[in-house]
């Protein structure tokens, strides 16, 4: 089944530590994205990337470091820079640009 | 600055009672508008992708329609496995791909 695959779906972390989720997608889309969902808000855009080797910062980047070195993956890590972590990251992929995005199931992410 | 807002915030609606639900836009430059549903705890799946004014698209209850100003998801005769975070996006012509997002509708449908 094609699709986007995210891991783990939760994630405890400490605090001032590194944490990495995982994103792979099968779908054979050249963009992909990041975005974190709190309560009562909408999704706003950490990093996307267009194209293998190359990414950009989205509109909350801070704290957020990503890779992009396959076209199938496109890992997110969470920093200790980051001032409040605990939120629900998603990671979606579209084929063209303007065209719809597919989304992962999520990860779960709480700072402990 | 571009924004997106959904309106109500939260929808409770009896088996059987249509209703519709606004996403208005203000945006330099539309190049889509996406329409998602959210279950609770899992990731957004796509509905309808609309890309000019006057586009209509349906699924089963759910019909999608586009102005100039804003976006109506029409939900016709819902039953309660609608209930969902329905989410509305927009991509513009200067954000190449990149979807923001309203807070979404959260649609309560009780049998």
């Known amino acids: 089944d094609g699709g986007i695959t995210q891991s783990p779906k939760y994630l405890f972390r400490k605090e001032g530590q590194n944490v990495t989720l995982s994103c792979e997608q099968n779908?054979?889309?050249?963009?992909m994205y990041w975005y974190r969902q709190d309560p009562g808000q909408g999704l706003r855009l950490i990093y996307y990337?267009?194209?293998?080797?190359?990414?950009q910062k989205g509109d909350i980047a801070e704290g957020y470091s990503v890779s992009r070195e396959k076209k199938e993956s496109f890992p997110l890590t969470v920093t200790s820079a980051q001032k409040n972590p605990t939120a629900f990251y998603l990671c979606?992929?579209?084929?063209?640009?303007?065209?719809?995005?597919?989304f992962g199931q999520g990860t779960r992410l709480t700072v402990v | 600055e571009d924004q997106v807002t959904q309106s109500p915030e939260a929808l409770r609606l009896q088996e059987g009672e249509s209703s519709s639900l606004n996403c208005s836009y203000t945006?330099?430059?539309?190049?889509?508008l996406f329409w998602y549903r959210q279950d609770p705890g899992k990731g957004p799946e796509f509905l309808f992708t609309?890309?000019?004014a006057g586009e209509e698209k349906e699924k089963e209850r759910l019909k999608a329609t586009l102005t100039k100003k804003e976006s109506f998801l029409h939900i016709t005769a819902p039953k309660p496995e609608d209930s969902a975070t329905y989410l509305c996006?927009?991509?513009?012509?200067?954000?190449?791909?990149?979807?923001?997002f309203g807070a979404g509708t959260q649609v309560v449908v009780t049998p």
């Open positions: 996006a927009v991509c513009t012509t200067d954000s190449w791909g990149k979807l923001q």
């Open positions: 990337s267009q194209i293998v080797n190359d990414f």
């Open positions: 779908l054979n889309h050249d963009a």
């Open positions: 945006v330099s430059g539309l190049r889509g």
């Open positions: 979606a992929s579209s084929n063209q640009p303007n065209t719809e995005a597919f």
């Open positions: 609309l890309y000019s």
